[in-house]
């Protein structure tokens, strides 16, 4: 369950970085949009700018209905209020009523599992609706989805393929769930600027040192060491750590090891724990001695014993380190998303923010789009009243107008059109979120952020094409964005790296496998297994944080050869020999997705 | 006819505790129903009626090999050092609630007790928090130690697992000091003033009267205080090891509640867990009878 949580942080985290990120990206640029705060009276209420309409197929919405929404994604428990809390009112009739095991904690699924009825909408990991369909909890959707207007165009290359392969539990191949966050590209297309996981620093500093060529990692920690020598403190006098580590979202094994094994080509799929899987399809066991894990793992001690290494690591939280995100305190970054805590468009305009710099011996493996979705699912509960309403309310979180309600507000208030007939943020629509710009009373009032879907969550993902204007639902990718966000920092980088984004030269130079997005039933495990991999998980972690941090190098390696003979008396064999079987099945559908290219 | 009167006198008394006994059985007894998921293999939306029956595997799991047995002893041992510090110094809140009392300046001495009572009140997940702020490498007391001269490198408190034990008893004194001293000040406020009187009139200075008036009388107290403390000896909660928990100071401070949490809501099952808590149980009432004894023993009642 542990990983579950950590899932769930992350994704929301993205999301909410990543709207963050936009936002501040954008935050200076204010240049050709002064109407933005003044157009914003110009719609109704509750009016739909593209006509969808929820009256037809006869569903009567004068009965309030309150929907208990089970929800692993939420990072919110409670009533949806604010502008989509009144949005879902005015259109539909219906007050959310969300369920937050990310706030109330775990024991919220198994308690109200065991009662029998999690909830009427449900946002579920895979392996828990593996769990739910057998004991009778899922609503079988196949006849409610045929009668609607946009989720039944995604069945048949979407829904089907996810569903058919929980052959166990779904040997009548029914539609129980809708993946979450599915993207409409392609398997194996992958269409973010920059790779989830891949080295990152802050330019300024990098210039500063004279941006010497990384040929390998040992090349990063003397850079790094030049860069803590020359910049050791902040502005306002804050000492600059330049690799800090974080326990919280810690799973199987260490999360800070398990990324940075990604640059050298080794994942840890979800659902896994003792095993890293390359492109090529080699499974390779963590404990290992010649496993990129252990080599992450070498990298860290190195560095820490160079004095690279924040020295409250093991003791710290992540809030605590995104405060030192905030104010530049952190030299080396590697998720996608912690650009967006520092970097800004007037920081940017001076050349000042972090991007990405490659190492020239990585070859970074990437997952693809999530054509298949994200390891979570939308289901109705079978005891839900009114399941109609629900698949309803569903079908139009899927259409061109919910989506964008959802990731971009309001038409005239945080984007409008342009001459040409596509959208661009307007001024209030770029600091929206991060400044919790209020609401005009029409549209319900209150803080904008407030007011967002708490869902956190959405089945098609903001990776699908809005058929009005051909551009993604996300507003990092419209061209009105791309064309706001050329700063110095960007275009001193594009001309540097010859290339319009790091995706773009990880591709030329032939330094990223980008895997296909594989989602589908890996089998929960049994008690037995679930007991083990769970004080496996511990050890690896706990043993690795004693390894980074060892005296010597003999502790280092005293401690991981006493990691490799003590789970092996934990039941490592057999934990092993589920992840390979896991391992294996994504291998195969891997195959089978590029050989139907 | 005189019997008749006295059986429904009786059964009306017995229809006075009735409610309580009424409690009781829900509210003690029922919960034991649920020892019987040890011996299921359990997980939740699975029905227990249709969950496999597994006798002892889930005890068994927990000293199939080397490495669980070295584990939970490790984690028994932390469970005593830490319990059993806590009772080695339980007669600190007494002291605290003597001397408090001796202060005869009403309002300081509300003050002390005001201050010495809040932290009850704070929560672990705060109270880390401040650790962290004082005793992170960037933290005050780094900070000072830094500005005096007295160390060049900061000083990692959080992350040793030296005298964990000791600091984790001290957080826990610190926090609850202040607290626990109500009962013995409300103890000594019962004492009889003309014990205090004669004691005086026949010359005994503050100490004396404290050692010989004072003390004895909060014996009965500490003794049955003394006694619940062990009774709840294995149960040393598991907020404060949660939040204090790293891979550095882990194998020192895992503490049983605290490896059942782990082990049960960390990815586990719940008939594990289950397992553990009877063997808890069982253990608690184990130690609880050998004290009552021993108080029997040593000052001829108890309180079983």
Known sequence: MRTHIKLGRKSALLLGTAILLVTTALSGCSGNSNNGGTAAGTAEPGTPTESSDPGTGGIDHSKPLTITVFNNAANYQGEQTGWYGKLLKDKFNITLNILAPQVAGDQLYKTRSASGDLGDLLIIENSQLEELIPAGMIMDLTDLIKNTEHLSKYVDNHFKPFNVAFEKQNPDGKIYALPAFTADTSPTTFSEELPYSSPILPWDYYKGIGAPKLNNLNDLMTALKDMQAKYPKTPDGKPIVPITLWKDWDGGSMENVRWLSNWYGYEQPNGTTTIQLNAKGDIVPIVDDNSMYKKILQFYYDANKMGLVDPDSPSQDWTKVSEKLTNKQVLLLWYSWQRGFYNTIERGNQGDGNVAVPIADSHLIQNSDAYFGNGRVFAIGSKAKEPERIMELMDWMSSPEGLRYYTNGFEGFNYEKTPEGKFKLTEVGQTAFQENTPVPDEYGGGGYQDGQSKVNSMIMSDFVVDPETKEFYNSTYWASTIEANKTALTTDWQKTYDATTPTEYYQKNNMIDIVPNINTSLGSDSSDVKNKRSQISDYVKNTSWKMIFAKDQAQFDQLWTKLKSDVTGLGWDDVFAVDKERADKIVKMRADAIANK | ?304
């Open chain 2, 1 to 304: 006819m005189r019997s008749q009167s006295i059986r429904s006198n009786s059964f009306r008394k017995f229809l006075y505790i009735s409610p309580f006994m009424v409690l009781l059985a829900v509210f003690s007894y029922y919960p034991l129903y649920g020892w019987v998921y040890a011996f299921f293999d359990y997980t939740p939306p699975i029905p227990l009626s249709q969950s496999p029956f597994v006798g002892f595997k889930w005890f068994h799991s927990l000293v199939e090999n080397q490495v669980k047995i070295d584990q939970l002893l490790q984690v028994i041992k932390n469970t005593f050092g830490i319990s059993g510090l806590g009772i080695l110094f339980s007669w600190l809140p007494m002291i605290f609630a003597i001397f408090l009392t001796e202060i005869k300046a009403v309002r300081f001495r509300k003050f002390i007790q005001t201050v010495t009572t809040l932290p009850n009140f704070i929560s672990w997940v705060l109270v880390y928090s401040l650790a962290f702020s004082m005793f992170s490498s960037e933290g005050m007391v780094n900070g000072f130690l830094h500005m005096t001269g007295l160390s060049d490198s900061p000083v990692l408190f959080l992350q040793s697992s030296d005298h964990v034990w000791l600091t984790m008893w001290f957080w826990a004194t610190w926090k609850t000091l202040g607290w626990s001293a109500i009962l013995y000040i409300a103890a000594i406020m019962g004492i009889d003033e003309s014990l205090y009187e004669a004691a005086y009139v026949d010359g005994a200075t503050r100490m004396q009267v404290i050692r010989h008036v004072v003390l004895p009388s909060m014996m009965p107290t500490y003794f049955v205080l003394l006694m619940l403390q062990i009774a709840s000896f294995l149960n040393n909660g598991l907020e404060q090891y949660f939040v204090f928990q790293n891979a550095f100071n882990k194998d020192t401070m895992q503490v049983l509640d605290l490896y059942v949490y782990n082990l049960a809501m960390g990815g586990g099952s719940y008939s594990v867990s289950v397992a553990i808590s009877m063997l808890k149980s069982l253990i608690s009432v184990v130690l609880l009878f050998s004290v009552n004894g021993l108080s029997k023993l040593l000052r001829g009642e108890g309180i079983v």
